[in-house]
C-alpha cells in the first residue's frame, strides 16, 4: 500500500509548463512502480510516464516524449512531472498512480491512485 498525493495542476496558457509532484507514502513506496496518466473528457485513461523508483528507470508515453519529463525525487520522495510546451490536447485530469513490479501502460494494472488534478492548457 501507498499513499499518493498530487499537486502542481491548474490552468496554464499553451505553450507554457506545468510541474506536476507525486508524494509518495509508506513504508515500502520503493518497490513500486509510479506513474501518470492522464484522461480527457470522452477519452480513454491515456498513460503518459512511469519512473520504476529502485533504479530510476523511466518510460514516457510517445503522445508525449521531447516535452514532459518524468523524474523521481529520492528526497523528497516524490515523483515529479515536467510539462513543457502544452498543448490544449493535453487538458486532462492527471492521475498519479502506483503498482508492484515494472512500468506498464495499463492503468488497469495499477491498484493504488491518487485523487487526479486538473491540467486546463487554453489556446
Known amino acids: 500500500q501507498v499513499l499518493l498525493v498530487e499537486s502542481g495542476g491548474g490552468q496554464v496558457q499553451a505553450g507554457g509548463s506545468l510541474r506536476l509532484s507525486c508524494a509518495a507514502s509508506g513504508r515500502t513506496f520503493f518497490l513500486y512502480t509510479v506513474a501518470w496518466f492522464r484522461q480527457a473528457p470522452g477519452k480513454d485513461r491515456e498513460f503518459v510516464g512511469a519512473?520504476?523508483?529502485?533504479?530510476?528507470?523511466?518510460n514516457l508515453g510517445d503522445s508525449v516524449k521531447g516535452r514532459f519529463t518524468i523524474s523521481r525525487d529520492n528526497v523528497k520522495n516524490t515523483v515529479n512531472l515536467q510539462m513543457n510546451s502544452l498543448k490544449p490536447e493535453d487538458t486532462a485530469v492527471y492521475y498519479c498512480a502506483a503498482k508492484r513490479g515494472g512500468i506498464s501502460d495499463r492503468s488497469e494494472m495499477y491498484d493504488n491512485w491518487g485523487q487526479g488534478t486538473q491540467v486546463t492548457v487554453s489556446s
Open positions: 519512473v520504476v523508483w529502485s533504479g530510476n528507470m523511466a
